[in-house]
Nanobody
């Protein structure tokens, strides 16, 4: 199993980034998926989730209206479009299955929002 996150970087407040999570080793299209983030010194928090068909999405209150989670089941890729980024969005972002997360996480992708 592999979860490979990418797309992070340094961005100014108000900017945008699109994160990708390329998966392999399991049947991606059968699982609800989630983006998590972990700020320095804090616990890992759920950011957004999507059902296996993509029909339903859920978001943490802190990102509602700014972030959009999506997926491409043909390519086994999970996405997170992040708009109107704020300083408090700075964190390492990870993807994993929602209800049965893998013990081994990917390396994550660093998102830094700074002026």
């Amino acid at each position: 199993v592999q979860l490979v996150e990418s797309g992070g970087g340094l961005v100014q407040p108000g900017g945008s980034l699109r994160l990708s999570c390329v998966t392999s080793g399991f049947t991606f299209s059968r699982y609800d998926m989630t983006w998590y983030r972990q700020a320095q010194g804090k616990e890992r928090d759920l950011v957004a989730s999507i059902t296996y068909t993509g029909a339903r999405t859920d978001y943490a209150d802190s990102v509602k209206g700014r972030f959009t989670i999506s997926r491409d089941n043909a390519k086994n890729i999970l996405y997170l479009q992040m708009n109107s980024l704020k300083l408090e969005d700075t964190a390492v972002y990870y993807c994993n299955r929602r209800w049965t997360p893998f013990d081994r996480w990917g390396q994550g992708t660093q998102v830094t929002v700074s002026s």
